[in-house]
């Protein structure tokens, strides 16, 4: 995998930029644009031209929007102008993009506009392609997408990953290694057990997280979708509480983890916060079940959790386990508060949601992406990147074999080797 940190910029070199920015209007968590800053400031003052891409929102649910305020945030964070074109995959934008000076950036439209986006559709990722020669990946928190801005564009240009992409990554390194011992045989590369909370909407939290983190902690405690999930798979009455966008993918996983399991080591509260049709909080107990106009918001964790969680070595934290935005709170500050008094030992992963969080620890942007690294060692973009750093390599070293053998058509010299050099491709953890 090509490092971009490795690369010397050349003035007048043409560069797509693929970010991850995924920040709303109101700007209310900055980290995942501003880990690439720097990246972006490099390529300018090497005087490259670059075409910035980035996503925002979904277009299946229609909360995709311009991006016209992240030009003014890059513009004053900068301190040089980043001008906005909404469109990405029109010949407008491809024009602009070749009329781009030395050193200019030009932010392009939202690629989730374009529904297929998240698609991975191979002619949206050909079209994208036209705006440069060369791409850098960056946007950890987009790294398990195979969507057409993402690993789409590694089929036709040259690719490198960008330094954020690659310190996230690398940060987590730590956790990945210590969630390796098991949930039988050890923490998470701390002294006592080991803890996961996963919470929000997103079915990767069950698929990959649920999945993954029962195996390697000694406690899961699910919230949001992933526990309506678990509940409405035992029996439980969870009137209309959400089981997100993959209900059956999701149902499907957590059927198999409590085959595996027996339920060991998954945290069921007995309590259930549920709103009513009006809004109004009610305390219920689980197993009078949740009235079919209630949406469970929130639960009480148990004390034995509360316990654990103060004696864990390592506690990872994905989304929110409640609806903490809207207020509901209770399970979100009972895991903060027993682990206040080890905030290094604690991470927490994601965007927005874990941004509503009043922590001071240790963060990462990605939310699936962090999960899907944690749990398999490696996520879709690093196994492209690879991919493509071995096809390019192969090209060249093939072309530079035929322009040999054009010059030199002698036998080759005793003992040598006619197979042109094939770099190595192993996991993500080895190629960066």
Known sequence: MRLLADHTPAPGERWIYSAGFNAGPALADTGRIDVELADLARLSDAGARTALLSHQGSAKDGSARHLDYLAD??????????????????????????????????????????????????????????????????????????????????????????????????ALDPWAAGAGAGAGGGSAGGDGPSVAVLGGVKPEKTLIGLRGLTRTHHLVIPGGVVLNTLLAVTGHRIGRSALGSDPEGCARVAREVLARTGGAGIHLPRV???????????????????????????????????????????????????????????????????????????????????????????????????LQYLVEGTCAVFEALAANAASTASTASAANAANAARTDPGPLRPGADPTPHQPRRGAAHDDR
């Open 272 to 370: 259930v916060v549920a709103a009513g049709p009006d809004g109004t909080l009610r305390h219920l107990p689980l197993d009078r079940g949740v009235p079919d106009d209630h949406t469970i918001v929130d639960f009480e964790v148990q004390p034995g959790a509360i316990e654990l969680l103060r004696r864990a070595g390592r506690v990872l934290v994905a989304g929110t386990p409640g609806r903490h935005a809207e207020g509901n709170r209770y399970a979100a500050a009972a895991v903060l508060a027993a682990r206040a008094h080890a905030p290094g030992g604690t991470l927490l992963l994601g965007g927005d949601t874990v941004a509503e969080l009043p922590w001071d620890g240790p963060r990462s942007t990605g939310g699936g992406s962090a």
């Open 73 to 170: 945030y890059l513009t004053r964070r900068l301190g040089r102008p980043v001008r906005y074109l909404p469109e990405n995959s029109t010949a407008r934008a491809r024009a602009r993009a070749r009329e781009l000076e030395p050193g200019e950036i030009v932010l392009f439209g939202n690629t989730r506009l374009d529904p297929g986006e998240e698609r991975g559709d191979p002619e949206l990722a050909r079209a994208l392609a036209g705006l440069g020669d060369r791409v850098a990946i960056g946007g950890f928190s987009k790294a398990h997408r195979r969507h057409a801005s993402n690993t789409g564009l590694l089929d036709h240009l040259p690719g490198w990953a960008a330094a954020g992409l690659v310190g996230e990554a690398r």
